[in-house]
């Protein structure tokens, strides 16, 4: 690969596969894979002050969210900055650790599912329009993948770190 995490989005999008955002958001692969880890592994840290895994699917979860947001005003040609967001802060304060496995699981279904609604509204000139991603000027189409991306960059470590 060309880039790393700390490169931010040319790495997200570099993971994200060269297929139209509405296949890449439809995808059921996330959602399976998540559902095929044992309910007994949730709370499973590969390391000490790293994640557990319920941590992990609410921090994908919220990343969408978030993003979806910035994306539906850059959709309305309105000037944004996709700026970051402290990812350990939102984590912390968050109560991903008391939540059921089960729940974190239909609250991401329940983001995509609303994404996908979003997405299908948007034309090709939506797609087009242009924002700034900290160093990078970035249509929404790249913007919407490097969610995408985001996502297949956690799953791997679920696969490579948590789950061997």
Not at 44 to 66: C, F, L, M, P
Request: glycine share 4%; net charge neutral.
């Amino acid at each position: 690969m060309k880039y790393t995490p700390q490169d931010g989005f040319p790495y997200y999008f570099e993971l994200s596969e060269n297929i139209d955002c509405l296949t890449l958001f439809s995808s059921l692969q996330t959602l399976s894979f998540l559902k095929s880890i044992d309910e007994k592994q949730v709370d499973h840290r590969y390391a000490v002050n790293k994640w557990s895994i319920k941590q992990v699917v609410g921090h994908i979860t919220d990343h969408e969210r978030i993003k979806m947001n910035r994306a539906f005003f850059l959709s309305r040609n309105q000037p944004v900055e996709l700026w970051g967001y402290d990812q350990n802060a939102l984590v912390e304060n968050s109560r991903f650790e008391r939540l059921s496995y089960n729940l974190l699981l239909e609250d991401y279904w329940n983001v995509r599912k609303a994404s996908i609604s979003f997405i299908k509204t948007l034309s090709m000139d939506q797609l087009k329009l242009i924002g700034n991603a900290r160093y990078y000027k970035i249509t929404l189409e790249e913007f919407l993948k490097t969610i995408i991306g985001h996502e297949v960059h956690h799953i791997n470590i679920l696969k490579e770190r948590y789950l061997q």
